[in-house]
C-alpha cells in the first residue's frame, strides 16, 4: 500500500522536477556552486586565520561559561588568545622585519604546583569569576603586551618610554579587539597612569598625534624595532633614550605639518635613528626629469648614511609608477624594497583643519646598516629580510 | 607566529594552588604583602603571584601594581632570553 502510493507520487512528482530542473537546473547548480565555494572560502579563511576562528567559536561559551568553570574556562582561553594574537599577528603585518610573539594561554591548577611553581619560574595571573566585567582581560592583556611586544628594544629605552609604548599598544588592542573594555580601561589604567606621570601623557599624546597621521605602528614602532636590532646586547644608555625622545618629537612635527609646507624637516640623523620621509606629491615632480631629481636626492641622503627611506605619496596610480621607476633606478646593492602599504592619515590642510587621505607607504631599507656589535655574532643572531624586489604595488 | 605561554589560573582553583605552594595560610592570616604597594593582599585582591628566590611574592590588583609589574616581567623576561 505504502510502496504504491510512493510510486503514485514518484510518477505524479517526477515530470514536474524533470521540468523545473530542465527550466531551472542551471540557476541550481550555480547557486549549489556558490554556495559550496563561499563555504570553502569562509573555512579556508579560518583555517589560515586560527585567531579568527577562535574568537568566532568563543561566543559559543558565553552563555554556558556562566553556568559551568570548564565552559567558562574555554570561553576565556578562546577570547584571549583570539583576540590578542589577531591584534599582535596584524603588527607583524604592519611593520615589515617584526616577527610578532603571541601568547598561549596555559592554565594551571594545584597538582604538582609545590614544584612547578618554583621550576617554571613564571607568574601565574588569578582570573576572577567575579567583579568588574572584562577586568580579566584587560589585566592579562596589559602583561601580555609587556611580555611580547619589542622585548628587544624596550631594554634599551627608559621605564616611562617603555610604559607608554604599552600603554598605546593596549589603548589600540582594545579599540580594536574589545572596545566595551575602553571604560574600564582609561579609567584605571590611563588616567591614573598619566596623572601620576606627566611625561607618561606627554608622550601619549605625542604618539596620538604621530598615530592620527598614521605613522605609529608603521614608522615609530618599525625604528624602535630596527633600533632593538642595532644596539642588540649593548649596555642601556641616557644617549639612546634622548634620541628615541628626539626621534618622537621628529614624527609629531611632521604628523602636525601643514600639507605642501617645507619648513618642517624630514631627516631624522641621530646616531642609532637615521631615517628621511621623502614626500612624493607635487604633479610637477612626476615626470621624467622628476625621477632624477628623486633619484639625486636618495643618493645624496644615502651619502649621509641615512639607512632608512619613508616615501610618502597620495594614493594614486600615477605616484606609485613613478615611486616604481625611482625605486628601479637604484641597483639591489644600494637598497632594497622593505614593505609597500596602504594607509589612511589626517593630514593638516592648514589653519589646523585635519584632513582624512588615502595615503600610501613605501619603506626602503638601505643596504649598509651601521650596527653596534660584532658583525659575527649579528649575522647569526638576526635574520635579514628576504632579498626580494617585489613592485611597489598596492598591498591586497 | 611564535608564541609565549601565559600561564592563568581560576578563583575558584586559587585556595588549592596556595596550599599546594604552602601560602594559603600566610594568605589566610593578612600576612602576604603586595610586592609593589606592600598593602595587604587576600583572596579577593590577588592579581599575580611569582616565584623570586625559592620565595612566593605577590602582587595586587590596583592597576600602579599592575603595571609596575608588567615593568617587572620586562626586565625579568630579557634577561631568561
Known sequence: MLASSVINLNLDLTPIIQDFISKYGYILLCIYLLGFLTGALIIFYLFKNPEKLKKSLSYLFIIPGKFFVVAQKVFITLDFEGRINDFIKGLGSMIYGYEPVGIKIKWTTSKGAEQSFFDDDDLVIVIKDSGIKNKNFVNASMVAIAKTTLPKTKRYLSALQAESVDLFIGKKLFEKEKPQVMDYFFAEFFDKKITDYPTIEELVNKYHIIDRAGLFFPIFIRELNFLGEKVFYHAKNEEIIQEVNAFIDFLKLYAEREIGTTKTSLIHQGRYCRCAIVIIGKFFNITESGISLYREYIKKLLAQKIENFYIISPKAKINLKFVNSVLNSFSQEELQLYRSLPYKAFVNIGKREYRLMDTHLIVLRSNKIIRYFDSTYQKNYIKRPEQIRPEANEEK | ?81
Do not use: D, W
Not at chain 2, 600561564?7 to 586559587?14: G, R, V
Not at chain 2, 585556595?15 to 593578612?30: A, D, H, P, S, W
Not at chain 2, 604597594?37 to 579577593?44: K, P, S
Open chain 2, 1 to 81: 607566529m611564535e608564541k609565549e605561554n601565559l600561564k592563568i589560573i581560576h578563583e575558584k582553583n586559587l585556595r588549592n594552588y596556595l596550599e599546594k605552594v604552602g601560602v594559603f595560610g600566610f594568605v589566610k592570616k593578612g600576612k602576604a604583602k603586595c610586592e609593589f604597594c606592600n598593602e595587604m593582599v587576600t583572596l579577593e585582591n590577588i592579581y599575580a603571584l611569582f616565584p623570586y628566590l625559592r620565595q612566593v611574592k605577590f602582587v595586587c590588583e590596583k592597576p600602579t601594581c599592575i603595571r609596575q609589574f608588567s615593568i617587572y616581567i620586562r626586565g625579568k623576561h630579557y634577561a631568561s632570553k
